[in-house]
């Protein structure tokens, strides 16, 4: 009976108590940029109702005292003159505070009372048409908080409100307007203020929901796709399933000619060490090589090809390349960095008891290769082939046990910083003419792990992984143990 896969499942829905607090968050951004942007309208603003106030007139402005209305007006205003010019170059904020809006919310409410009780301190004396400009040149104020505040409705009631109580009161008391007058453009005006101030609020908080609600759907998309490259590249390399969840690699049979860095390493003496070892020391011992390889591949931007057996196949250039000498020198490296963590993986088998353990043997070329998706509609592999692919193979079989062989082409783009020496020549099938090869020395070579077993004995020494500190105390052990063998009497 098979076990059913059981597919990427989509990320749960969202938390209501996060949704809400994101859109409260939205919504108070939103409030502050759209409070910025109409700073300059709002100086405007002012500014013509002044104008008209003075223009309807100005001895009665001036002889009732209204005209002091205009200093603390001044000093609104500088201040969002002020606060526009601090954070005019601002970018859109991530978040906006409780006090940044609670604070816009009270300059609305002062600024609404300033002009109530500079209307109410024009009005006494004042003749019923200065009165009727007065009261609707300040409803109309009012009517344009709407406009400059749209998505907070409480700064708007807060400008509107004391005006409308002063627009009420004031005629009434000074007998300048009848009552049913006053009473129709009241209830006229609080009428569409209200309903103008309950629709805009319905809007913003349907268009925030919406973006809110689009901004969570792609985290889930995102989290979900990142969820498949993850299983993916337990199957293919993670730059291909990458490229391929992104749509930058076409899933189709095609394939395309690139110059590419190929690797081949495999286990010296595999089928030998596969007789002596159970099956359930071998597993786990493939298992940790093959975990330790893949990683060191991946670090290095190697697109991982393939396991054959106890082979590894690596190439570097697609889908992704950064020049073809870059592609090489990251390939040697990997090289090298492989070979050095095989020395230490093998220091600690040593140290569990374990004789047989694994020795690489790598071969590197570089050449043009054809890369792409071969088989069929219904099922096709991702990799490389062709003479390039054959002579990296061919590297790996004739290169020593430990060492790396390199074509010569791949050492003419790594010689500037590497050391080498001229191996044998080899034929390989596709080439009509010997293979110039180059054996490359790892950093360190000449001390490479000292190990040695016996019954009574068991060393594991590589100091060309030491730092200073590690070779100064493996020296001080080493000493204290010759001291002590030396001094050791023999058993009667």
Same mark, same amino acid.
């Given at each position: 009976?098979?076990?059913?896969?059981?597919?990427?499942?989509?990320?749960?829905?969202?938390?209501?108590?996060?949704?809400? +607090?994101?859109?409260?968050?939205?919504?108070?951004?939103?409030?502050?940029?759209?409070?910025?942007?109409?700073?300059?309208?709002?100086?405007?603003?002012?500014?013509?109702?002044?104008?008209?106030?003075?223009?309807?007139?100005?001895?009665?402005?001036?002889?009732?005292?209204?005209?002091?209305?205009?200093?603390?007006?001044?000093?609104?205003?500088?201040?969002?003159?002020?606060?526009?010019?601090?954070?005019?170059?601002?970018?859109?904020?991530?978040?906006?505070?409780?006090?940044?809006?609670? /604070?816009? *919310?009270?300059?609305?409410? *002062?600024?609404?009372?300033?002009?109530?009780?500079?209307? %109410?301190?024009?009005?006494?004396?004042?003749?019923?048409?200065?009165?009727?400009?007065?009261?609707?040149?300040?409803?109309? &104020?009012?009517?344009?908080?709407?406009?400059?505040?749209?998505?907070?409705?409480?700064?708007?009631?807060?400008?509107?409100?004391?005006?409308?109580?002063?627009?009420?009161?004031?005629?009434?008391? &000074?007998?300048?307007?009848?009552?049913?007058?006053?009473?129709?453009?009241?209830?006229?005006?609080?009428?569409?203020?209200?309903?103008?101030?309950?629709?805009?609020?319905?809007?913003?908080?349907?268009?925030?929901?919406?973006?809110?609600?689009?901004?969570?759907?792609?985290?889930?998309?995102?989290? %979900?796709?990142?969820?498949?490259?993850?299983?993916?590249?337990?199957?293919?390399?993670?730059?291909?399933?990458?490229?391929?969840?992104?749509?930058?690699?076409?899933?189709?049979?095609?394939?395309?000619?690139?110059?590419?860095?190929?690797?081949?390493?495999?286990?010296?003496?595999?089928?030998?060490?596969?007789?002596?070892?159970?099956?359930?020391?071998?597993?786990?011992?493939?298992?940790?090589?093959?975990?330790?390889?893949?990683?060191?591949?991946?670090?290095?931007?190697?697109?991982?090809?393939?396991?054959?057996?106890?082979?590894?196949?690596? &190439?570097?250039?697609?889908?992704? /390349?950064?020049?073809?000498?870059?592609?090489?020198?990251?390939? *040697?490296?990997?090289?090298?960095?492989?070979?050095?963590?095989?020395?230490?993986?093998?220091?600690?088998?040593?140290?569990?008891?374990? +004789?047989?353990?694994?020795?690489?043997?790598?071969?590197?070329?570089?050449?043009?290769?054809?890369?792409?998706? &071969?088989?069929?509609? +219904?099922?096709?592999?991702? /990799?490389?082939?062709?003479?390039?692919?054959?002579?990296?193979?061919?590297?790996?079989?004739?290169?020593?046990?430990?060492?790396?062989?390199?074509?010569?082409?791949?050492?003419?783009?790594?010689?500037?910083?590497?050391?080498?020496?001229?191996?044998?020549?080899? /034929?390989?099938?596709?080439?009509?003419?010997?293979?110039?090869?180059?054996? %490359?020395?790892?950093?360190?070579?000449?001390?490479?792990?000292?190990?040695?077993?016996?019954?009574?004995?068991?060393l594991s020494v590589a100091p060309h992984l030491m730092n200073i500190t590690e070779k100064a105390d493996a020296a001080a052990v080493l000493q204290a143990?010759? %001291?002590?063998?030396?001094?050791?009497?023999?058993?009667?």
């Amino acid at each position: 009976m098979h076990d059913t896969p059981t597919p990427p499942q989509p990320s749960s829905p969202a938390d209501p108590h996060r949704t809400r +607090e994101a859109i409260a968050r939205e919504i108070r951004i939103r409030q502050s940029v759209e409070i910025h942007e109409a700073a300059f309208s709002v100086i405007f603003g002012n500014l013509m109702l002044v104008l008209i106030f003075l223009a309807v007139d100005t001895e009665q402005i001036v002889s009732s005292g209204a005209v002091y209305g205009f200093v603390p007006l001044i000093v609104v205003m500088i201040g969002v003159a002020r606060t526009y010019l601090h954070l005019r170059k601002r970018s859109r904020p991530k978040d906006v505070s409780l006090k940044r809006i609670r /604070t816009i *919310v009270i300059s609305s409410f *002062v600024l609404g009372l300033i002009w109530a009780m500079t209307t %109410l301190a024009a009005l006494p004396g004042a003749s019923s048409q200065t009165a009727v400009i007065l009261i609707m040149a300040s409803y109309i &104020f009012a009517t344009t908080s709407l406009i400059t505040s749209p998505s907070i409705p409480l700064a708007s009631l807060g400008c509107a409100a004391p005006i409308l109580i002063a627009n009420a009161i004031g005629p009434i008391v &000074f007998d300048q307007l009848p009552l049913p007058l006053i009473a129709l453009i009241t209830t006229s005006f609080v009428a569409v203020f209200g309903f103008a101030s309950f629709a805009n609020w319905q809007q913003t908080y349907k268009n925030v929901s919406l973006q809110v609600a689009n901004q969570e759907a792609e985290v889930e998309r995102a989290e %979900l796709m990142q969820s498949l490259a993850k299983r993916l590249s337990k199957y293919i390399s993670p730059q291909l399933a990458e490229s391929i969840l992104s749509g930058a690699q076409v899933v189709e049979v095609a394939a395309q000619r690139k110059k590419l860095t190929v690797f081949f390493s495999d286990i010296a003496g595999f089928t030998e060490i596969t007789e002596r070892l159970e099956s359930e020391e071998l597993t786990g011992l493939l298992n940790t090589y093959f975990t330790e390889m893949s990683g060191i591949a991946l670090a290095h931007g190697g697109t991982i090809d393939k396991f054959i057996g106890d082979a590894i196949v690596v &190439f570097f250039g697609d889908p992704e /390349t950064r020049g073809t000498k870059a592609d090489a020198d990251a390939c *040697v490296r990997m090289a090298f960095a492989m070979q050095a963590r095989m020395a230490a993986l093998k220091a600690e088998w040593l140290e569990l008891g374990l +004789e047989d353990t694994f020795d690489l043997r790598i071969g590197i070329n570089t050449g043009y290769c054809t890369v792409g998706n &071969f088989g069929s509609d +219904e099922k096709m592999d991702y /990799t490389i082939i062709g003479s390039a692919v054959n002579l990296a193979a061919r590297l790996e079989t004739a290169a020593d046990v430990g060492g790396i062989l390199v074509s010569n082409e791949t050492y003419a783009l790594v010689k500037d910083w590497v050391d080498a020496e001229e191996a044998a020549a080899i /034929t390989a099938k596709g080439f009509a003419r010997p293979i110039k090869t180059f054996s %490359l020395k790892t950093p360190g070579e000449t001390s490479q792990v000292i190990a040695h077993k016996s019954p009574h004995l068991a060393l594991s020494v590589a100091p060309h992984l030491m730092n200073i500190t590690e070779k100064a105390d493996a020296a001080a052990v080493l000493q204290a143990a010759l %001291l002590r063998i030396r001094t050791e009497e023999e058993p009667p």
